[in-house]
């Protein structure tokens, strides 16, 4: 597992939130803020791009801070889902039909 891989499989160096962070540009925080409040139909505000990675203190893009599966990992005290007796769950296999990437990524930390 690198050290920015997500708890749900997502690589959060990839993230536009992160990327945003990590750059401190309010224009990149505007464009994502934009894309994903079309995407998810929600209102995504450029303050609320903001996101030092789902398993580092700091700031977290609120989805992150709520969600179930990173919750759950964190809970019992896992690097990541891959590494769960219950693996796929519920909550995971709804996940990986959004984004199939982090499947394919937990799948390969699995055969690791």
Known sequence: MTDMTACCGLDCSQCDARVATLEDSEAKRKETAKKWSEIYQA??????????????????????????IRACVLSRDLPHCAACGDYICDALAGFIKLAPEAGAALEKLREA
């Open 43 to 68: 209102d995504i505000k450029p303050d609320d791009i903001r996101c030092d990675g789902c398993r580092r203190d700091g700031a977290k893009f609120h989805h992150c801070e709520v969600c179930e």
